[in-house]
């Protein structure tokens, strides 16, 4: 197949792409969770998955994200390319120790002699009223571990590209969904209409195989007058803002948080002496302050004020006050205001 | 806090598990039921889960009081297969001893003994496929002993030097030998029972012919894994056997800590619709007949089988700890199950296929044969002593392929060599 015809999808029918198609070239994928078989997920990225490849090739799973993730470790052992979906982010620390201490750990313990070829996908991010259980960002605890490899697509075009390419990669890779744009661009001007995908360059998705590279960085709107770092929901929260006040910043799209692509992030914020990082998750030892010591130990000569952190606070996602909690376009106006003062 | 409690009832209080003996006293086993052989007869391999309950609850036993081997589960081997086990076992026996005391010779960190349980390892082994394939936990070198898995191979991972084929990353006994269908040991307990199911799932869902035996021990049936587990194989029908080798110690708790004091490991089975069985895990002949039977089931799609070897840990639970600081140090050989290599040797010997002066020349030749394994192994370093892998393997393997941040990382770490060991360092 090739990329010649391109259809308009949403990231839930792009990520529902990458899966058939791998699922049709490589009889090793398999893919399970909870509710992804029969039903298509309550997402419905695996609709008529489960009819078109048949049920030992995608399947429902008990509700134990531990034996999910064990399963898929044991299955990748044995030769196979397991594509697990754990329902929603939140429920992934019950597979943290099979994620942490095996999977990450599966080749290099083994030296070679086990390998552990395993995406785990899961819907993360809030802005859903999803309340304190439907609503993390976690990826900041998976950066941490070695032998992981964690990615976040913005788009649907990247989420298909980078889907495929987690799944053909030999190492277990986390492969986190911004569900609040799994229908649409949110801008994070909640009050305002949400514009389908289909008004989105990004939603112009082949709809046969390609892959983007893992550890590479898009730089999703060039300016001069700051960096912005970001990725997931929160890119096309900045380009609303950074496009209502009129700011030229330089917007990069890490898309792969681990491995980073430093030399991207190094170029930009030499060239703009300035540098902001911006996530949904919480703030205290979240991937922004890996960023903020990266962008430091690599530019501190060329910036011309203290690097900014926009992110949620360090509380649980709160039900109620959900908008007051998103780092939304208040919290990063006020923030392009203090960064650019000086 | 007392101030809730209302007056008219009785108070509530909080039960903590407490072995019957400690160190000073005197064990007494006599509570220990022991049934006499075919107690529980074995079933069809075909039948279903639901009505063998009684077999979670008993012991299957072969071998008798008189160690002869008798009743339905009688796996009938030859003497020569018997015979191979007793070696299996003792050459076992003669590997721990020996690295047993390296460790106590300061040549490595760290060994764990499988004393008084070697026929959990070495007869389950003998009774599965050369292909199927094992999930351990760490105490069933046994497996690889049985496999005919090169000792020095063995003893270089345990002295984590240049020739340790899992290059020195892993504390020792942590072996990894996917050509012996040997799974990579993890440290973190159980974690290896959700990944044998998930290599079982897809052994059949490939129509394969291969199936997976895992093992843990009792203390860690407590951990999640060991249920998610169970509820998998369950719901898939995966051809898995799993193993709870229950020696009666998690390092210095008693089995009460996993909950023995209401039933049976083996009774866990009931509760997912499975196949238990509880067997006398001294009894080399009980212990294979029951894996047969399991590896029979799992074969012919009838499915997983949880089986408990009833034992006992002989010696500590390893170099780390003392047991006569938590237990009464008469316990194993009040055991009322016996020593699985004496009861397999007496056994042998009562057919007459076998004879104490052949045991003793065995013995010394295994002892002989392992030092002379272990001065081979030693060519290639003991730890701490220099011979080990090249500094820069500590960053291979963590990704398939070195990501920038490693290689930096690596750079690091080179220059921090050069510091210490000098300009000459290199070119060595």
Not at chain 1, 46 to 70: M, N, W, Y
Not at chain 1, 162 to 167: E, V
Not at chain 1, 174 to 198: A, C, H, L, M, Q
Not at chain 1, 219 to 227: C, D, K, N, P, S
Request: aromatic share 10%; with cysteine; net charge negative.
């Amino acid at each position: 197949m090739s990329e010649d015809t391109t259809k308009t999808m949403n990231m839930i029918e792009a990520i529902n792409s990458a899966l058939d198609v791998m699922l049709g070239q490589d009889p090793d994928v398999v893919i399970m969770g909870e509710d992804v078989g029969y039903f298509g997920g309550v997402f419905r990225a695996t609709a008529g998955l489960q009819k078109k490849h048949g049920k030992t090739r995608v399947f429902d799973t008990p509700i134990s994200e531990c034996g999910i993730i064990g399963v898929g470790v044991g299955m990748a052992a044995y030769g196979l390319r397991p594509v697990p979906e754990i329902q929603f982010a939140d429920y992934i620390y019950p597979g943290l120790d099979q994620l942490v201490s095996e999977a990450a750990r599966m080749r290099y313990r083994s030296a070679n002699d086990f390998i552990c070829p395993m995406t785990v996908r899961s819907p993360f991010g809030g802005g859903i009223f999803g309340g304190q259980t439907h609503s993390q960002s976690p990826e900041s605890l998976f950066t941490h571990v070695c032998g992981i490899k964690t990615v976040i697509p913005a788009t649907p075009y990247d989420a298909k590209g980078l889907l495929i390419a987690a799944i053909e990669d030999n190492d277990p890779v986390v492969f986190f969904e911004p569900k609040r744009i799994y229908n649409g661009p949110f801008t994070g001007y909640y009050d305002r209409p949400v514009e389908p995908w289909s008004k989105h360059e990004g939603s112009a998705v082949p709809e046969g195989y390609y892959r983007i590279e893992l550890g590479k960085a898009a730089v999703v709107r060039e300016g001069q007058a700051v960096t912005v770092l970001t990725y997931g929901t929160m890119v096309h929260v900045v380009k609303a803002v950074v496009a209502e006040h009129g700011i030229d910043a330089e917007i990069i799209d890490l898309r792969t948080l681990l491995p980073l692509d430093i030399e991207t992030i190094e170029a930009s914020v030499k060239k703009t002496g300035r540098c902001m990082v911006v996530h949904e998750a919480t703030r205290t030892s979240g991937f922004g302050a890996e960023l903020s010591a990266q962008v430091q130990e690599r530019c501190f000569y060329h910036l011309e004020a203290p690097i900014e952190r926009v992110t949620g606070f360090d509380t649980p996602y709160p039900h109620s006050l959900e908008w007051a909690y998103f780092p939304g376009p208040v919290r990063l106006a006020r923030a392009f205001d203090k960064i650019m003062k000086d | 806090m007392g101030q809730h409690n209302q007056d008219n009832l009785a108070p509530l209080h909080l039960h903590v598990p407490e072995p019957k003996f400690r160190p000073g006293d005197k064990a007494d086993f006599s509570d220990i039921v022991v049934p006499e052989v075919d107690a529980v007869a074995r079933p069809d391999e075909h039948v279903a889960p639901a009505e063998i309950h009684p077999l979670a609850y008993g012991l299957v036993r072969v071998l008798g009081d008189d160690n002869n081997a008798s009743g339905s589960w009688n796996p009938g081997l030859s003497a020569d297969t018997l015979r191979l086990m007793l070696r299996k076992m003792l050459m076992l026996r003669a590997f721990d001893d020996r690295m047993f005391r390296a460790q106590r010779q300061g040549k490595t960190s760290f060994y764990m003994k499988s004393f008084g349980e070697e026929a959990t390892s070495v007869a389950t082994t003998m009774a599965l496929h050369r292909d199927d394939m094992c999930f351990p936990s760490y105490r069933q070198q046994g497996i690889l002993i049985t496999r005919d898995y090169p000792l020095v191979d063995m003893m270089n991972q345990i002295y984590s030097n240049r020739g340790d084929r899992l290059k020195g990353r892993q504390l020792p006994i942590m072996y990894s030998a996917k050509d012996y269908g040997f799974f990579s040991i993890s440290g973190n307990l159980t974690t290896q029972y959700p990944q044998a199911v998930g290599w079982a799932m897809a052994s059949a869902s490939r129509a394969d012919t291969r199936i997976a035996a895992v093992w843990c021990g009792d203390g860690s049936t407590a951990e999640g894994d060991f249920h998610s587990a169970l509820t998998f194989a369950a719901v898939y029908n995966a051809p898995v056997i799993f193993q709870v080798v229950n020696n009666q110690w998690a390092i210095s708790s008693f089995s009460g800590f996993a909950g023995s004091e209401r039933t049976t490991f083996a009774a866990r089975a009931i509760g997912y619709g499975i196949a238990g069985l509880r067997v006398d895990g001294n009894d080399a002949l009980a212990v294979y007949a029951a894996m047969q039977w399991a590896a029979n089931r799992a074969r012919t799609n009838n499915g997983p089988t949880l089986i408990e070897y009833f034992t006992y840990r002989g010696e500590g639970h390893s170099t780390s700890d003392d047991p006569s600081a938590y237990r009464a140090a008469e316990e194993y050989a009040l055991w009322p199950l016996g020593d699985p290599v004496e009861r397999l040797k007496a056994h042998l010997i009562a057919l007459g296929e076998w004879s104490d002066a052949q045991h003793e020349a065995l013995v010394a030749e295994l002892s002989d044969e392992v030092k002379a394994k272990q001065k081979e192994a030693e060519q290639n370093g003991i730890l701490g002593h220099g011979l080990h892998h090249p500094f820069e393997t500590m960053f291979e393997d963590v990704f398939e392929e070195m990501p920038a941040h490693l290689k930096e990382q690596c750079a690091q770490m080179l220059e921090e060599q050069r510091d210490k060991f000098g300009p000459e360092w290199e070119a060595r």
